[in-house]
T-cell receptor, first 110, second 115 residues
Framework: AQRVTQPEKLLSVFKGAPVELKCNYS??????LFWYVQYSRQRLQLLLR??SRESIKGFTADLNKGETSFHLKKPFAQEEDSAMYYC????????????FGTGTRLLVSP | DADVTQTPRNRITKTGKRIMLECSQT?????MYWYRQDPGLGLRLIYY???????NKGEISDGYSVSRQAQAKFSLSLESAIPNQTALYFC??????????????FGEGSRLTVL
């Protein structure tokens, strides 16, 4: 079974502070992991994917297979980063469906 | 971006009524998905379809049915709505040619309230 856990429902930080949104997964095979984001009044959209090793809007995420984690990090949070963030998983053997975590709401205060 | 369109956007109905949520897309994608979003539970997959003749149950399909009328259309039905089906429903699409890294494209959501 595939399972994604995001332990924090809400993460509140001040502008300029570092941010880390936690994501842990449970999957017996090799996973591909993603972060999706939903800004206020916007559609859910892809933020970044592990396979691309990318940095988007200053966010990065590293896959740690030993700890089965894919935490999302940003060194200096901005107010416009306030949103709902979802971690998601699909087997690396082939994309059939995405399994999402429960989401973390990030609130960045001025 | 209106590539993935959901109707209705909001619906209030009563217990026992039949409800259909519709999703249409102009992206030309072959794969379509229905998720529901509940506070504290995130997004859970209801049904998904790889093409018109390939429909699969997700993790919470009980109480729901779907119809893939054409490649561009994927409808979700609640045959007899109950209050715990009150949620925000999302349709999403994906191009199978985009491979493992391919993005899911979401609609704006349909908020359903069952009284």
């Amino acid at each position: 079974a595939q399972r994604v856990t995001q332990p924090e429902k809400l993460l509140s930080v001040f502008k300029g502070a570092p941010v880390e949104l936690k994501c842990n997964y449970s999957y017996s095979g090799s996973p591909e992991l993603f972060w999706y984001v939903q800004y206020s009044r916007q559609r859910l959209q892809l933020l970044l994917r592990h396979i691309s090793r990318e940095s988007i809007k200053g966010f990065t995420a590293d896959l740690n297979k030993g700890e089965t984690s894919f935490h999302l990090k940003k060194p200096f949070a901005q107010e416009e980063d306030s949103a709902m963030y979802y971690c998601a998983l699909t087997p690396s053997t082939g994309f059939q469906k995405l399994v999402f975590g429960t989401g973390t709401r990030l609130l960045v205060s001025p | 971006d209106a590539d993935v369109t959901q109707t209705p956007r909001n619906r209030i109905t009563k217990t026992g009524k039949r409800i259909m949520l519709e999703c249409s897309q102009t992206k030309g994608h072959d794969r379509m998905y229905w998720y529901r979003q509940d506070p504290g539970l995130g997004l859970r997959l209801i049904y998904y379809s790889f093409d018109v003749k390939d429909i699969n149950k997700g993790e919470i399909s009980d109480g729901y049915s779907v119809s893939r009328q054409a490649q561009a259309k994927f409808s979700l039905s609640l045959e007899s709505a109950i209050p715990n089906q009150t949620a925000l429903y999302f349709c999403a699409t994906k191009d199978s040619d985009s491979g493992i890294a391919g993005e899911l494209f979401f609609g704006e959501g349909s908020r359903l309230t069952v009284l």
